[in-house]
Structures are given as structure tokens and as C-alpha cells.
């Protein structure tokens, strides 16, 4: 595959770019433009790759030359339940749930507190959550990291070469 330079000059010999001696705001014009059209055609080109992705998985289909990798990213949380058994004083200082819930719970503009207050700690209690920056702000990080889990999200998923083509 080409450089991104190699297919920005592509695009120039298709597309001539003005020179910015003789036209700065021009030449700034181009970039800009093209600029646009090269994001555009990215999220096409994702589309597409999206779609024959799916194709590859629904059809089964197999290759001697490329592999389908998914690569699991870590996602580190806290464990709000050990922490609220473990340490219930921290848990009650750093516990709060997402806005979302809040207002599914009480309204818009109430917060943690007021839920808690209104719906009850219990109705609350599978919606909260702790931050892990305020968990490590509240203990040392050594005590803290007692209670961090890390669970492993899809990355994206790409295309890659197992064999180098004959040339």
C-alpha cells in the first residue's frame, strides 16, 4: 500500500494543487477542500470495510494470506462491591451514578445525592459506580488498586497480511 504522501500526490497530479507563491489562499482553499473529500471518502472506506468484514464472518469465509485479528483492549473499572464491603466509609465517599440514571431515577437536575435521598440507597445501588480517579484520589494507589478490575472491550478490527505476496 502507498504512503498517505504517495496518494496525497495522487490526488495533486489529478487534481493540481495552486502553487501558494502565487496564490496562498487558494493553495489553503485546495487543502481544505481536498482535505474534506479525503475524510468523506474514510468514512466510505470504513463503510465498506465494515461491510465486507461482516461478509467474511457471515459467509465464513477463509484465506491463506490474511487473518482477521480483534484485538481486546483493557478497560480498568472499579470493583464497587468489594470496595463497599471491603471499605463502605470510601465507597460512600466516592460512589455516584451517571446522569442518565439519575434522571431516570428522580429527573434531570437532581445529582447523586438527592437520588439517593428521593429513590432510596437500594434502588440506587445497581447504578452506581466509582471513578477511578476519585477512588485513587481517596486511597493510596496500593490500597486502591484492591479494588480495580480490568475487563477487555472488541478494538477495532483489522486486516492483516500471515504471508508476503510473490512478486
Not at 474534506?36 to 461478509?55: P, S, V
Not at 460512600?92 to 447523586?112: P, Q, S
Request: overall charge negative.
Amino acid at each position: 500500500m502507498k504512503l498517505a504522501s504517495e496518494l496525497l500526490d495522487c490526488v495533486a497530479a489529478a487534481y493540481p494543487c495552486p502553487a501558494v507563491e502565487a496564490d496562498a489562499y487558494a493553495s489553503a482553499y485546495w487543502h481544505q477542500e481536498v482535505g474534506y473529500l479525503l475524510t468523506a471518502a474514510a468514512e466510505l472506506l470504513n463503510a465498506r470495510h465494515q461491510e465486507i468484514l461482516q461478509m467474511i464472518e457471515d459467509e465464513h469465509l477463509v484465506s491463506d494470506v490474511f487473518s482477521i485479528q480483534t484485538p481486546a483492549v483493557p478497560v480498568r473499572f472499579v470493583d464497587g462491591a468489594a470496595l463497599r464491603a471491603a471499605l463502605p466509609a470510601v465507597y460512600d465517599a466516592v460512589v455516584r451514578i451517571r446522569a442518565t440514571d439519575a434522571e431516570r431515577f428522580v429527573g434531570r437536575r437532581k445529582l447523586y445525592e438527592l437520588s439517593r435521598e428521593i429513590a432510596g440507597a437500594d434502588r440506587l445501588r445497581s447504578a452506581e459506580f466509582v471513578n477511578l480517579g476519585d477512588l485513587f484520589r481517596e486511597l493510596p494507589a496500593n490500597e486502591a488498586e484492591a479494588f480495580v478490575r480490568v475487563r477487555y472491550k472488541p478494538g477495532k478490527t483489522t486486516v492483516v497480511r500471515v504471508l508476503e505476496e510473490e512478486e
